[in-house]
């Protein structure tokens, strides 16, 4: 089958590998979009993601397609012809953090297109519970998209959230308007966000931002109850901490460089008893991604800022585009 392998680092290539022999309670999905996130860049440039990921691999992790075949032992009910979206993250079930019912800290964690190769190929095998049907009013190129959501909903539910509060989004790319519009939707005093491109002003006000500021023009004081790092940031890290008030809570979603270090006052931290707090990946939360992505509350394709062929993966995790890229997707029909 045709796949798009990382074969070393920032190095990747189209080849025909093996299909591969369905494993017992193991479901093949023909694919059919494949969202390209800001991890996939990670991994091509030799950093890990979810886990470290070994060339020779197939990436992508964020997918949707139809069921093209069941393995022995499914007992899901899915069935052959089902439209499909998946999680890609695998946990082992049997370590002590399987066991605390926090599958996302799970100690051998492995990952489709991360340690198993994903879905930038025609077929992805995987385990049947990772497999979700979706409805037929949901698109396959907004069900690409619930793993990402999946991932906000569970920094969402790390947070107190009160329709009293205000919230500072910081990032204004795709993890920040997902951020935004979910917040606005919440009914929360203010959702205001820092960003550095103008031509994204309008979108971020039509989904939901009260305000919208660059930081680096615009001395910018307020503090606000939530704030929401998107941008992985040194800078925009230190920023998130500063700007929070009083009691207020800082969620730390933006993936840095493993080597990052921030500096933060602990006095601030201690006075004003801020709450910090990290997400990482998506325990149970792609159901209500994919209800959020559904009932349309999210209208997710509006900020899909590109459609790709497979053939152009590796120029886009070059940074090879001339466009500016908020988000891209692979069209495997293309």
Do not use: W
Request: proline share 5%.
């Amino acid at each position: 089958m045709k796949a798009m392998v990382l074969t070393a680092k920032e190095r990747m290539e189209i080849q025909n590998i093996p299909e591969e022999h369905l494993k017992n309670n193991e479901i093949k999905v023909k694919t059919k979009f494949v969202g390209i996130c800001g991890t996939d860049n990670h991994l091509y440039k030799g950093y890990p993601g979810s886990a470290q990921a070994n060339p020779p691999v197939v990436l992508g992790h964020e997918n949707s397609g139809v069921i093209a075949e069941l393995g022995p032992g499914v007992k899901s009910g899915l069935k052959v012809g089902d439209r499909v979206t998946i999680d890609p993250n695998i946990p082992c079930g049997y370590c002590e953090f399987c066991h605390m019912n926090k599958p996302q800290l799970c100690e051998n964690l492995e990952a489709l297109g991360v340690t198993h190769n994903g879905g930038m190929a025609e077929f992805i095998y995987v385990p049947e519970t990772n497999v979700y049907k979706i409805p037929d009013s949901l698109s396959f190129k907004a069900a690409a998209m619930a793993e990402p959501v999946s991932c906000v909903v569970h920094g969402l539910d790390e947070l107190t959230i009160m329709p009293h509060h205000t919230a500072l989004v910081i990032g204004d790319g795709f993890i920040g308007q997902i951020f935004t519009e979910i917040l606005a939707k919440r009914g929360l005093k203010k959702v205001d966000v820092s960003g550095h491109n103008p031509k994204k002003v309008d979108l971020l006000k039509r989904i939901g931002a009260t305000a919208v500021f660059n930081p680096e023009e615009e001395k910018h004081d307020e503090k606000y109850d939530i704030v929401i790092e998107c941008a992985g940031l040194t800078e925009t890290q230190e920023q998130a901490v500063a700007s929070a008030r009083r009691g207020g809570q800082v969620l730390m979603f933006g993936v840095s460089s493993p080597d990052d270090m921030i500096k933060v006052n602990g006095y601030d931290i201690y006075f004003n008893e801020l709450t910090i707090k990290g997400a990482f990946i998506n325990p149970y939360a792609m159901q209500d991604a994919i209800q959020i992505l559904a009932d349309k509350v999210l209208d997710v394709e509006p900020l899909i800022t590109h459609e790709f062929k497979l053939e152009d993966v590796p120029d886009v995790l070059a940074g090879n585009i001339k466009e500016k890229i908020t988000k891209a997707v692979i069209n495997m029909d293309r």
